[in-house]
């Protein structure tokens, strides 16, 4: 038998090392300790006390963060999968990690200076701080440019004021990252690492959401607010830069969470149907709910790979951004502008999480559209699994990019830029 050179080309495995498979069951055990706790907070619309104390315990408030900065230092896709088992638990829980995370960590640990680093993060990991990500406004959303809080340049601080909304772990969080167009000009905006412990910050918490039910969003107002210029993130008029690569993590997250959500709808579908028996014949073999069930399946098992292959990109990007050595705290931005290898790395991660999120998060809505169908009336009470997953994934069609505004995205990108609808 020969043996081809491109034989490999064949192989695409995920195996799992020992110490990954210890780690996740670590997060389905602390996942299964919780589930009752969630499931109150949920009808009670109230934070989950436990998250943070029982997953810091086994480190996932610092699962992808170095360890040189108290984390675990594990792989993107390590981290993508402890959020699929964490999503199986509901849109809420995994929400909260991906504010932390995805979109509060992750920026300063590719983005901050060595000192900034070192101050923030290691409470991060900790439990003792927790993130948030501030970036919408009420008149900009889908096109953070047209954002309206500003800054001023004083001598040895900033000073910000304007008001952010639906700002992820917004009414507990001790540190965030907000973005601010500087005062008289339409296009340079910047990106500041924020202590909310200041007299100069007021936030309310933003009731009567349809879903998302034990996430704590708020609004942030900035009255005047003083910020030590230590605290500017990346170079001043980069903020944007900084706060689309925060999507690309904060959509892979989005899109791993409804692999678990897809998973819980299917577990739950298949016990219910086998148990429900309507004109004499369980549900099981009903045709038309077999028909649901194996749509739940293949749309599950598309979004892993999406998933999955995102995720194999986003973690090239991130070794290569590893090797590199800082240069006053502008190496990123000098291999954005020159180094190809860099931004094709990074347009390509751009892509495919764009596409992992709106497919994922699109089929997410489908399947637990169907979960609630198969349910029938007890799929309409949300005490049933099914019904706050149904509640939560309509809102994942809308944050870290609205649907509408991916499916150009993703068109503009293959079309070219003088095509662009957006």
């Known amino acids: 038998m020969k043996n081809y050179h491109f034989s490999n080309l064949s192989i695409m495995k995920f195996d799992l090392s020992k110490d990954q498979k210890v780690f996740l069951q670590k997060i389905d055990g602390i996942c299964k300790l919780l589930?009752?706790?969630?499931?109150?907070s949920y009808l009670n619309e109230s934070l989950n006390e436990k998250v943070i104390p029982f997953f810091n315990k086994i480190g996932m408030?610092?699962?992808?963060?170095?360890?040189?900065?108290?984390?675990?230092?594990?792989?993107?896709?390590?981290?993508?999968?402890?959020?699929?088992?964490i999503g199986e638990e509901g849109s809420s829980m995994r929400t909260f990690f991906s504010c932390h995370t995805s979109i509060g960590q992750m920026i300063l640990q590719n983005w901050g200076s060595d000192e900034q680093k070192k101050k923030f993060l290691p409470n991060t990991t900790k439990g003792i701080d927790i993130m948030?990500?501030?970036?919408?406004?009420?008149n900009a959303g889908s096109d953070p440019s047209l954002i309206e809080t500003t800054f001023e340049e004083s001598r040895d601080h900033f000073i910000i004021s304007g008001k952010k909304h639906w700002v992820g772990n917004g009414t507990f969080a001790n540190t965030i990252t907000t973005y601010a167009k500087e005062k008289g000009s339409d296009k340079k905006i910047s990106a500041f690492i924020i202590d909310m412990n200041s007299s100069s910050i007021k936030k309310k918490e933003i009731k009567n959401k349809v879903g998302l039910l034990t996430v704590k969003n708020a609004i942030i107002e900035f009255n005047n607010y003083?910020?030590?210029?230590?605290?500017?993130?990346?170079?001043s008029g980069s903020g944007l830069s900084i706060a689309f690569s925060a999507l690309i993590d904060g959509r892979l997250s989005v899109a791993a969470g409804a692999i678990g959500v897809m998973r819980d709808c299917l577990n739950e579908t298949i016990r219910y149907s086998k148990s429900r028996s309507q004109h004499g014949t369980v549900l099981a073999k009903k045709q038309l709910v077999q028909q649901h069930i194996s749509k739940i399946?293949?749309?599950?098992?598309?979004?892993?790979?999406?998933?999955?292959?995102?995720a194999t990109i986003?973690?090239?990007?991130?070794?290569?951004?590893?090797?590199?050595?800082?240069?006053?705290?502008?190496?990123?931005?000098?291999?954005?502008?020159?180094?190809k290898q860099y931004s094709d790395l990074r347009n390509e991660c751009d892509r495919l999480s764009a596409i992992a999120k709106y497919y994922a998060t699109n089929a997410s809505v489908d399947v637990t559209n169907r979960s609630v169908q198969i349910f029938g009336s007890e799929g309409y009470k949300k005490t049933s699994r099914v019904a706050r997953h149904f509640l939560d994934s309509r809102a994942t069609?809308?944050?870290?990019?609205?649907?509408?505004?991916?499916?150009?995205?993703?068109?503009c990108e293959i079309l070219g830029s003088e095509y662009s609808a957006y």
């Open 297 to 310: 399946i293949v749309a599950l098992e598309s979004t892993k790979w999406l998933v999955y292959k995102a």
């Open 397 to 411: 069609t809308i944050y870290e990019g609205a649907n509408e505004v991916l499916e150009l995205k993703i068109a």
């Open 132 to 138: 948030g990500f501030a970036l919408t406004e009420p």
């Open 35 to 40: 589930r009752e706790d969630e499931e109150k």
């Open 226 to 235: 003083k910020i030590s210029k230590e605290n500017l993130l990346g170079l």
């Open 61 to 85: 408030l610092g699962c992808p963060i170095s360890t040189e900065y108290g984390g675990l230092g594990y792989d993107i896709l390590t981290y993508l999968l402890a959020l699929e088992r």
């Open 314 to 339: 986003r973690q090239q990007l991130q070794i290569y951004l590893d090797t590199l050595k800082y240069e006053d705290n502008r190496w990123i931005f000098k291999i954005n502008r020159k180094n």
